[in-house]
């Protein structure tokens, strides 16, 4: 089994979203090739102490993956691990090294090698493509076990009780490794074993699938890696041929982008109404001017008559709405993370108070996620 190490190189610590993404992306294809990343650090470009870093994971792991901006950073990052790390006399390519292709893109990724080591460079911008046209395949070839792997996704399960399954089918099944990962409500089991045959792999997974599906099938919302929560929803909702509205308030249209970024979302999603003031609320969703006055805009009935009245103005077959404190301070005597989610659907209404910790960002990530739940929940029970 490979040990991968992770490092993604900045500029600037404080802008590292989009190679959080993309370390995210290269740590689930590891984990699929049955080979998870064991450690991932993100360092400055100006930090004084790169090359020591660098060459303490070299030293730890037989690859050490490395994520570089822009092209110029990665030439910089190369020519300082060929001469510090590997005592080269420059930064050419050796024999037994490999120039990975750019892929349609500007910049070339590179795998710098000694004898069963690897050093491999990645560029930000084209790291999806070379590892999908390229390197994946690559590494997969070097694993000398066939790696099978399995993912179950679940929500509205608690983590306790996910754990102890686990726990137990390790103890009856101690081939397979398992790892569970929480974020914001969802849970996410992954599930991998080892083999010289591919068939062997396969079987010994087939009844830890098989336990986890008579245990918590109606939790289980994919098991496959590609698909998101948002877009296991929308299946739901294609296979019933209903259409859905959203009405936020707090989240200000990240429910609507989760579901619009899902391919094939038009077939399902009518509109979205975001309603951030109580004139909108009232203007565009006519929540009552008493219930806004006597109730709040953050109360029960006001999440209820955004999620009823956004059904009446489109007319979709449901609508999910959101109202809530996200912070930084309490407001009409309210606290911060205090939010309503309600659901119409089918005419019928359920509203759901939710009590969140964190700071703005976390808070309303995780009212999206209680929503998706919540609207999951909603369709399943009309059986």
């Not at 991932?40 to 870093?53: A, C, P």
Request: aromatic share 6%.
């Amino acid at each position: 089994m490979m040990d991968i190490e992770l490092i993604s190189v900045e500029a600037d610590l404080l802008l590292a979203a989009d190679s959080d993404r993309q370390a995210a992306y290269v740590m689930e294809k590891c984990a699929q090739l049955g080979a998870p990343v064991v450690s991932r650090m993100n360092v400055t470009m100006e930090n004084t102490h790169l090359t020591e870093i660098i060459a303490q994971a070299w030293k730890r792991s037989s690859v050490v993956m490395i994520i570089c901006q822009n092209g110029k950073d990665l030439k910089t990052v190369r020519k300082l691990i060929a001469e510090k790390v590997l005592n080269r006399k420059n930064d050419e390519l050796a024999e037994q090294d490999v120039l990975l292709e750019r892929h349609g893109g500007s910049y070339a990724g590179v795998i710098l090698k000694e004898e069963e080591k690897k050093l491999i460079l990645l560029p930000e911008e084209e790291l999806q493509s070379i590892f999908e046209q390229e390197l994946f395949r690559m590494l997969q070839k070097e694993l000398k076990d066939t790696v099978y792997s399995a993912t179950v996704k679940m929500c509205g399960m608690e983590e306790a009780e996910v754990r102890k399954l686990i726990a137990e089918l390790k103890e009856k099944n101690p081939a397979v490794e398992m790892t569970l990962t929480v974020y914001m409500g969802e849970i996410q089991i992954r599930m991998m074993t080892g083999s010289t045959e591919d068939h062997s792999a396969k079987k010994a997974l087939k009844p830890v699938l098989k336990t986890f599906q008579e245990k918590f099938g109606a939790y289980i919302y994919a098991t496959n890696d590609t698909v998101s929560l948002e877009a296991s929803v929308l299946d739901l909702l294609k296979e019933r041929e209903l259409t859905l509205t959203t009405a936020e308030s707090l989240t200000g249209g990240l429910l609507a982008a989760r579901f619009t970024a899902v391919p094939g979302a038009s077939e399902v999603f009518k509109q979205g109404f975001v309603t951030y003031c109580n004139r909108a609320k009232r203007k565009l969703l006519d929540v009552k001017k008493t219930t806004l006055k006597e109730y709040g805009a953050v109360s029960d009935r006001t999440a209820k008559e955004m999620a009823k009245n956004g059904v009446f103005a489109t007319g979709a077959d449901a609508c999910i709405s959101l109202t809530g404190l996200a912070g930084p301070a309490a407001e009409e005597g309210k606290p911060v993370g205090l939010v309503y989610i309600a659901c119409c659907y089918k005419n019928r209404t359920v509203v759901r108070e939710c009590h969140f910790k964190g700071d703005r960002r976390q808070i309303r990530e995780q009212s999206v996620v209680q929503a998706l739940l919540l609207l999951r929940e909603c369709i399943l029970a009309d059986q």
